[in-house]
């Protein structure tokens, strides 16, 4: 399986700015997840993103608020714009195999964001 | 759509005591289980998994069975450690390439000497 890399691990941001989450997998894959988990909560998926295309995102989410970017398959980014205090948790970046039996999902160690 | 339901916890055990976290899901299709253990300050990683009904997976003394009957797939272990101490996510994903993952809520796992 590939290696996934998150950074920053961690983040302390004020409110009203944006930080970007890269997350670069050692080998090509052809779908990127990003997760969100709020303290306490289990994991939300936030979206979907393939290389050349347009991510796409679940419901409760929005393209103005969580860019994101797939410029190659080895290379994702994530960007939480605006930012407040709500979006304190940790981010993960995924990715699922592509045999039609074996879904197991990967994950990045996260980006643990913390907005004041 | 798919969902995952898990015992709520937190679950409170001594060292060497039997385990079993409840997994049920709702599905359509066959989809593959999964088991997922995050342990204090460290990312998810998969601790099992079963890809079609009875099948058993198992890793470090972890056990969990595919029960379609029951749409089940319940977390089990015979002797727990402190070690064992982290988060628990049951999760589903359908089968074919490239399918997102949905998790249940999590059971935190305390085990005490």
């Known amino acids: 399986s590939a290696v996934i890399s998150q950074k920053p691990s961690r983040d302390i941001c004020q409110r009203g700015t944006s930080l970007t989450i890269q997350c670069q997998v050692d080998?090509?894959?052809?779908?990127m997840f990003w997760y969100r988990q709020q303290p306490g909560q289990s994991l939300t998926l936030i979206a979907t993103a393939n290389q050349g295309s347009e991510a796409t995102y679940e419901s409760g989410f929005v393209i103005d608020k969580f860019p994101i970017s797939r410029p190659n398959l080895t290379f994702s980014t994530l960007t939480v714009s605006n930012m407040s205090p709500e979006d304190s948790s940790i981010y993960l970046c995924?990715?699922?195999?592509?045999?039609?039996?074996?879904?197991?999902?990967?994950f990045g160690q996260g980006t643990r964001l913390t907005v004041v | 759509g798919n969902s995952v339901t898990q015992m709520e916890g937190p679950v409170t055990l001594s060292e060497e005591a039997f385990l079993t976290i409840n997994c049920t899901y709702t599905?359509?299709?066959?989809?593959?289980l999964f088991w997922y253990v995050q342990y204090p300050g460290e990312g998810l990683q998969l601790l099992l998994k079963a890809t079609k009904a009875d099948d058993k997976g198992s890793n470090k003394g972890f056990e969990a069975t595919y029960r379609k009957e029951t749409t089940s797939f319940h977390l089990e272990k015979g002797s727990v450690q402190v070690s064992d101490s982290a988060v628990y996510f049951c999760a589903l994903a359908n089968s074919g390439g490239y399918q997102k993952v949905t998790f249940g809520t999590g059971t935190k796992l305390q085990v005490i000497p």
């Open positions: 080998s090509q894959v052809t779908m």
């Open positions: 995924s990715y699922t195999g592509q045999e039609y039996m074996n879904t197991e999902a990967f």
């Open positions: 599905a359509t299709g066959y989809p593959s």
